[in-house]
């Protein structure tokens, strides 16, 4: 059957049933997948932000590893100034005789124990320490000889001290670092059998080692000797005439000594042990000296002061060493105190040495320029200095002599005023006072010296009688002066005066020199005003110290 072709319209057909109604797309739905491609991006967003994070937290994590890696180096490291001021501590003070100061090899070498000696009533272990009357320097005997013959087997130390071969001597065992091993303590400045470590064992008698001088040997351990030239004769805290060298090739160099011996760090485990020195020639482990100063070679040798164990992040443990060398200043200048300027034209004057240090003349050892530079500094328009010395900007080392005199054996006050010319005055007292007495008058802004020349009366004398040169306005100071004898007459500042003219011979009958006094001022007031003595290298001579060295010198100090 054949069927004819329908055209339908929907608005034609309102009542066609909806299974046969064409589908019509309402205008909302022609965006439909928008939503999930919207939900899409802000996972994508959310992931690339994720990422973000995780690179940068990795980066960040990467970063703070360095850092923290940089910071725990796997090489010990400690801070210089400590491991200068722990040292000091040791050597100036030194360490306790108990288990917190038994480690150090500084024990009974400090600068204070040396000087002092250290004595105690009670038991370096004990919590407490009953110290002597440790206040006199330079009193005891030093080192003496004590044989360790009468330790009984299995004593504390008689293994080591007395063995079969002979008894050792204390004289020559300066080191008093404990070693466990040992199972003995000896203390410094005891004479005795050796106590056992922790102990409350009884101390040995107290002998002072604080040797009544001060040289490089056995009793001044921390003192070097060196020549000029730089040669070491002996290094600090070793001294090889007691049997014991330095030289690796010397089998026996590893006795008793402050060093850190071989013998007593050997390999174990496989680790390698404490070297012997690398100093062929028996100098030690270290050179302190200046490369141009001496022959070559180290001249100190590696010391365990006690200090404490640290460990690397790696597990290993290291702790500091110390390797000093203590030269005394003897044949040294002294920058701070030798010197002067008080020559016309800023230049170094000296005569007969009163003036102390300030007439040691550097000009022997530094250049002309390195002394400007030192005292008075650099000059800037010729009258005040554009880099100040050690004596500051107005070139004088003090601000006045008033209270700079040493020679005023009394003193007394005058309440009336005193003119000039031939005066008799009355003082409060005439203690000191006789004719030809030489008197200092002053009141601060005016100061001369005077002759007294007559005193009344004669008997009980309440006056005295001098000619003045300037006017004192009471009260006036009065001070009675020791003046040198005629025939031996004093430069004390060095400064040669007016007349610039040193003592003659004597001529004729007369059997002294003759001094003209224009230079010999006895310690007058011209001699003390601005004297080199004024200066003071520790507290600054007051207000005209501004450096105590005006800059690096261009020529080197000699040793």
């Not at 040797?211 to 060196?226: E, F, G, K, W």
């Amino acid at each position: 059957m054949l069927v004819p072709s329908i055209y339908l319209s929907v608005a034609n057909t309102p009542h066609l049933p909806a299974r046969l109604a064409p589908k019509v797309r309402l205008k909302k739905d022609k965006r439909r997948g928008v939503v999930l491609l919207i939900v899409l991006v802000m996972l994508v967003m959310f992931a690339t932000i994720g990422l973000a994070f995780m690179f940068y937290a990795e980066s960040d994590s990467a970063m703070a590893s360095a850092y923290r890696d940089s910071m725990a180096s796997p090489q010990g490291d400690i801070d210089p100034e400590q491991a200068f001021a722990f040292f000091l501590q040791q050597l100036i003070y030194d360490c306790n005789d108990g288990t917190a100061g038994r480690m150090s090899a500084l024990r009974g070498h400090s600068l204070m124990r040396t000087m002092y000696g250290q004595n105690y009533s009670s038991n370096p272990n004990a919590a407490t320490m009953t110290l002597g009357a440790n206040n006199t320097p330079y009193n005891g005997t030093g080192r003496v000889h004590y044989l360790y013959n009468t330790l009984a087997a299995g004593a504390p130390g008689a293994a080591i001290l007395n063995p079969a071969g002979g008894a050792a001597d204390d004289y020559n065992l300066v080191s008093y670092q404990y070693f466990p091993q040992d199972k003995f303590v000896r203390d410094p400045e005891r004479i005795g059998p050796p106590r056992a470590p922790g102990t409350n064992a009884a101390i040995g008698t107290y002998v002072g080692f604080n040797a009544p001088y001060t040289y490089a040997d056995l009793n001044t351990m921390c003192l070097a000797a060196v020549r000029n030239d730089g040669t070491v004769l002996s290094p600090s805290f070793h001294r090889n005439y007691n049997g014991i060298t330095l030289n690796p090739s010397d089998g026996g160099w590893s006795g008793a000594t402050d060093a850190i011996k071989p013998v007593d760090h050997p390999p174990i485990n496989g680790k390698p042990g404490f070297a012997a020195p690398e100093d062929p020639n028996g100098g030690g482990d270290v050179r302190n000296r200046p490369p141009s100063w001496g022959p070559p070679g180290n001249d100190s040798i590696w010391m365990y002061c006690g200090a404490p164990i640290w460990t690397l992040p790696d597990g290993r443990k290291y702790t500091m060493l110390h390797a000093p060398l203590i030269i005394d200043l003897d044949s040294k200048p002294n920058i701070n105190t030798h010197g002067n300027i008080a020559g016309t034209g800023n230049v170094h004057v000296g005569n007969q040495g009163f003036g102390g240090p300030t007439e040691v003349n550097l000009s022997t050892v530094l250049t002309a320029a390195d002394v400007q530079r030192l005292v008075p500094g650099f000059k800037g328009n010729g009258v005040t200095t554009s880099t100040p010395g050690r004596y500051g900007k107005n070139l004088v080392p003090g601000t006045g002599s008033v209270n700079f005199n040493p020679t005023i054996v009394a003193s007394t006050v005058v309440a009336a005023t005193i003119n000039i010319g031939v005066q008799t005055v009355t003082p409060a007292s005439m203690q000191g006072i006789v004719v030809g007495t030489n008197l200092q008058i002053g009141t601060g802004a005016t100061n001369e010296t005077v002759v007294v020349t007559a005193v009344t009366p004669a008997a009980a004398p309440t006056s005295f009688t001098a000619t003045f040169v300037l006017p004192h306005t009471g009260p006036v100071a009065v001070g009675v002066l020791i003046v040198p004898h005629f025939y031996a007459q004093v430069d004390f500042d060095g400064r040669p005066g007016a007349a610039s003219a040193p003592w003659s011979m004597p001529t004729s009958y007369q059997p002294w020199p003759s001094y003209p006094g224009a230079t010999f001022g006895n310690a007058g007031p011209s001699e003390l005003f601005q004297n080199s003595l004024l200066f003071n290298p520790v507290s600054g001579g007051g207000p005209t110290m501004q450096n105590p060295i005006a800059g690096p010198f261009t020529a080197a100090l000699p040793p």
